[in-house]
Nanobody
Framework: QAQLVESGGGLVQAGGSLRLSCAASSNMFRSFAMGWYRQAPGQARDFVARISSGGSTNYADSVKGRFTISRDNAKNTVYLQMNSLKPEDTGAYYC??????????WGQGTQVTVSS
């Protein structure tokens, strides 16, 4: 199965930018759909963005126009570029991989904190 490791989180001021990375240790990475989810303290884990194995993307309404998901199959890595960050974007961000047979793997998360 895939092992997913997130990085790139940190503390940033409102209006700033961060780029999250998710590195996958799997020789089948190029066949996986990849996604990002986030969870604020005391809240449910919510969908943020998804990219298919073919490169098509979907975004939550709350981040559309500000966040961009991309993938580099040569590096087995998916990215989340986050611009114009708001305090409401604060939370733990989790990487998800989905196989064509619907198996799902999760990373351990990376913390993003946006100050006002």
């Amino acid at each position: 199965q895939a092992q997913l490791v997130e990085s790139g989180g940190g503390l940033v001021q409102a209006g700033g930018s961060l780029r999250l990375s998710c590195a996958a240790s799997s020789n089948m990475f190029r066949s996986f759909a990849m996604g990002w989810y986030r969870q604020a303290p005391g809240q449910a884990r919510d969908f943020v963005a998804r990219i298919s194995s073919g490169g098509s993307t979907n975004y939550a309404d709350s981040v559309k126009g500000r966040f961009t998901i991309s993938r580099d199959n040569a590096k087995n890595t998916v990215y989340l570029q986050m611009n114009s960050l708001k305090p409401e974007d604060t939370g733990a961000y989790y990487c998800q991989a989905s196989s064509i047979s619907a198996f799902i793997w999760w990373g351990q998360g990376t913390q993003v904190t946006v100050s006002s």
